[in-house]
């Protein structure tokens, strides 16, 4: 009931654009609370009425305007906080099309110019919206990018809000794109997915109907505003929905993981998102002392999304935090990616998690047979929910691209409005992702997400993406599953920084698995973690590993988003760039070579940082 009076405060055949949705929050509901930031996590920090962001953005939009603006791209480089926010909805009121992306910072500026340059040059961007602070820090850096020279930046902390009465309706349409969301390129170079208003208000309504928002709804989040996860489920279904969000930095979680559950515990949150490795963070590092504050009983959507779910991972977290209110069927996990403008399944509210256990050696042949008990042999694969709403899959054979049978792995084909129309100016990618057909019907068309999985009662299950799948002897091995067995192995093993793949060997595929070892061990035995890696691997997986190197923390890569890179690692591997702790090779004079190599590469970084 709750559910259904929400979903009648918003005129929905009226409204149909963001802008318009802003606007209208901005009159019925003018001085209630829509944005609060939390300054290190826990202090009540700045804060924004539905009216003081619509003034914000009108401002920001005027600016826009004036240097004629509609229809260009638009940089967003900010730190995590309201700032953003009212940037977004300003490159919106000024016709432009926002582009979020991770903000500079002078301590990893190398690291992250090369995918910031690749964005620019993509989308040929014209504006940049940002802070003086970040604007300084990329002169400071003198760069060598001329593209940067020809961006007109704005400082939006010097905007003088008078400006919003001179803001005119920009006259956008549902089909006008009001974001590109860039890939996080852990498979392919970064794409910018073409999200229209339409996209995003039609997955809003989706959202808030399949995930249980309510005029009770308080929503918490942490996820970076560049990440679909943060943009659209954290940031702006709060708006759609018209309830209160409270906004943390990622910076302020990854310091002090307690931090996003004492937030909501204070502020009674009812729905908060994060990828596995969060609640991974919080079983590790929350202290009983600290649990002795959190009541957790408000929170009834954990969503759980954006990296492969970890089963061990969900039952650890409830069996910590049960004595702190949180439930098993809090617990929401999902499946979802940018094309799709966020989610394609969902677990409903007040529902538990499902796991669905296979025979290893049958779903290895792509073949679902059910195992009645946990065991050897036995794979535990945990739902994602149940398709968002009027969302329809269909599981196809990605080489035959025919529908699977039942009782089949294969690739997820998605269709819905919510799917973008493309990647921005590449019409050729566009065409085989996005406008897919069943060959034998001419279903269609239908997104090809890349990732393989299936259906059952209702549920889908993800099983692996198909780049980084792992083929030995004609058998499919997901290298999430070698991952985490090789981490249960010691303590001394960092989570979630591994990364399995496959080499070529005299024209054999060989298994290669790359471990960092968490700074200053103890009790940390080389020889020993090899050992116990390659007999857990050929115990557990039937695989003997041709390769296998403990390395220094920073060594195992991740996207913007969470994801393991593992062709980026495989690529450092094989060109000796990682930095070895110990390793181990099937053939020792292939680990000789590489360990030279690897030696020599240490040592001309060592000259560098000496003379520079």
Known sequence: MTQDLATQTLPMTNISTLVELLRWRATQDMEKLAYMFLVDGKKAGASLTYQELDRQARAIGAVLQKHNAKGQRTLLLYPQGLDVIAAFLGSLYGGAIAIPVPPPDAGRLKRALPRLRAIVKDANAAFALTTQRFLTILQEAELDFPEFQQIKWITT????????????????????????????????????????????????????????????????????????????????????????????????????PVRWLQAISRYRGTHSQAPNFAYEQCVGRITELQMQSLDLSSWVAAGNAAEPINPRVLEEFFEKFVTCGFRWETFAPAYGLAENTLLVSTSPKEEPPVLCLVKTSEIEKNKIVEATAWGDGVRAIPGCGQLVCDTKVAIVNPDTLTRCLPDEVGEIWVADPSVADGYWNRPEESESTFRACIANTNEGPFLRTGDLGFIKDGELFITGRIKDLIIIRGTNHYPQDLEWTVQEIHPCLRPDYGAAFSIVVDAVERLVIVQEVKRNPEEFVADEVINRIRQAIAEIHELQAYAIVLVKPGNVLKTSSGKIQRRACKASF???????????????????????????????????????
């Open 574 to 612: 094989l060109a000796g760039e990682l930095g070895v702790l110990a390793d181990w090779s099937e053939n020792p004079k292939f680990c000789a070579s590489y360990q030279k190599l690897s030696e020599e590469v240490d040592s001309l970084l060592d000259q560098v940082q000496v003379t520079h």
């Open 157 to 256: 902390e010097d905007i003088d809000l008078e400006l919003a009465d001179q803001w005119q309706d920009p006259q956008i349409t549902p089909d006008t794109l009001a974001y590109l969301q860039y890939t996080s390129g852990s498979t392919s170079t970064p794409k910018g997915v073409m999200i229209s208003h339409h996209n995003i208000m039609h997955h809003c309504h989706y959202l808030q109907k399949a995930c249980g928002y309510d005029e009770q709804s308080v929503s918490i989040t942490w996820m970076p505003y560049f990440h679909d996860y943060g943009l659209v489920e954290g940031l702006t279904v709060p708006l759609y929905n018209g309830h209160p969000c409270y906004v943390m930095s990622p910076l302020a979680f990854i310091k002090q």
